[in-house]
């Protein structure tokens, strides 16, 4: 199924969650905020919150650093 992740067109496999998708494209969950079509998923969902086709995701990391 094709998503959008982060402005950018996506396949991935049916059934996907947020877990999975971040577990795909290596990024720590700890580290992140996942907006999915304009809502914020809590991290205790991301297991439980299953992509659809179509899907429009948004994922921020945070970082660390400053001057």
Known sequence: MNI???GEKQEV???VTVHD???LVK???QR???ELNRDIVK???Y???TIKDGDVLEVVSF???GS
Do not use: F, S, W, Y
Request: charged content about 15%; glycine content about 8%; cysteine-free.
């Open 27 to 29: 990024i720590q969950h």
């Open 13 to 15: 496999p049916n059934g």
């Open 63 to 65: 970082m660390a650093g």
């Open 43 to 45: 991290k205790d969902r």
């Open 21 to 23: 998708l971040l577990d």
């Open 47 to 49: 297991a439980a919150t």
């Open 4 to 6: 959008t992740l982060n």
């Open 32 to 34: 992140v905020a996942v």
